[in-house]
């Protein structure tokens, strides 16, 4: 898929760019890493102009994840119903509400495979549009101009530096799920310790 | 939640990290190795000097594409491989070998990187960046 990507990128250059981000945002698996780095290169190659590439590429990305906002948004309602009064929702909610603005940046360039799921998360927690809206454009300025940037730098070597972006993108998730793992183990484990003290405590 | 439930949850979440942090942390370095060898990127100050080395051709690009990559007219690629260019331009080296090679596997773009090689302008001569000193005194 990315060779049939990369062939339509250089044959109609920056919309195809705003296209694929659009569609990846709403939740399809593209290559969009290897694109962002490739379109950086292509530019440097007097291909694409750089600044309405990066600048189609940022609006649609955004308007892809505001979408998937909208999605999360509306579907509150019948979560709400169905999980609002349990404290585990309560709970989680107020993490979000805590920890949401830092996943929503973090997840636009660093942690991309979660992306999708924080927006739908941000949507139907109670993150106001205009908190999304200033965290992703933010995330996502630093995933166009830093990827596209990498690309632009390293001119014909783009490759290289996409392989090695991509798989460090992959390595954030699995520390971020071991981190989890580990967090809730340890959790885990003083609550186990809590139990038997008072149980201790409580013997005569 | 049951407390089997949340140790399973809880070994689950440590093992698939595990396995996704080995499994890319492998690829990373190897990412990062390879990285390393590569040649550092090319001046911005001569932005304009076409690319010369073939082994970056790759069955996805487009004969124009490759054309301007290599500062080499794009009729002599598509002479060279005796096909038109009307209608081909937009297709790309694998497109174009199914379509017009499909007996031989690979043979558009082996024949477009020794076009490439045989018509490239010749390199610029670039200058060094400082001055150097003659090494024999001038009298």
């Known amino acids: 898929m990315s060779d049939f990507l990369l062939t339509q990128i250089i044959n109609n250059g920056a919309p195809i760019i705003g296209a694929i981000v659009f569609i990846s945002a709403l939740g399809a698996p593209f290559p969009c890493t290897l694109i962002l780095v490739a379109a950086g290169a292509f530019s440097r190659q007097g291909i694409l102009p750089w600044h309405t590439t ?48 830092m996943s929503i940046f973090l997840t636009r360039f660093l942690i991309t495979g979660i992306a999708v799921p924080v927006n739908l998360i941000a949507g139907t927690s109670s993150i106001t549009f205009r908190r999304f809206f200033l965290y992703d454009l933010t995330g996502e300025a630093v995933w166009i101009f830093g990827y596209g940037g990498l690309g632009y730098l390293f001119g014909t070597q783009w490759e290289a530096v996409s392989e090695f972006l991509s798989n460090m993108s992959g390595l954030s998730l699995g520390l971020l799920i071991l981190g989890a793992g580990l967090w809730l183990g340890v959790r885990r484990w003083q609550s186990i310790e809590e139990k038997k003290h008072d149980a201790r405590e409580a013997q005569p | 939640m049951t407390p089997t439930k949340q140790r399973a949850i809880v070994s689950a979440l440590i093992g698939l990290g595990l396995v996704i942090v080995g499994f890319f942390g492998v690829r990373t370095f ?23 080395d073939v082994d970056l051709i790759r069955d996805w690009m487009t004969i124009p594409f490759i054309a301007k990559m290599y500062h ?34 690979g043979y558009v773009e082996t024949k477009v990187k020794e076009t490439v090689l045989q018509n490239m302008p010749p390199a610029m001569p670039t200058l060094p960046s400082t001055p150097t000193m003659p090494s024999v005194p001038v009298p």
Do not use: C
């Open chain 2, 30 to 52: 190897h990412a990062f190795r390879d990285f390393r060898t590569h040649r550092p990127p090319p001046p911005f100050d001569n932005k304009q000097q076409p690319e010369t």
């Open chain 2, 72 to 105: 080499v007219p794009p009729p002599v690629l598509f002479d060279a491989l005796g096909i038109s260019l009307k209608g081909n331009q937009e297709k790309n080296l694998k497109q174009l070998n199914d379509e017009y090679f499909p007996e031989t596997s």
């Open chain 1, 54 to 101: 990066a600048l189609i590429g940022l609006s649609s990305v955004v308007v892809g994840d505001s979408l998937s906002y909208a999605m999360g948004h509306y579907a509150r309602g019948p979560i709400q119903r169905r999980f609002g009064q349990s404290e585990k929702w309560l709970k989680a909610e107020a993490f979000f509400n805590r920890w949401g603005g």
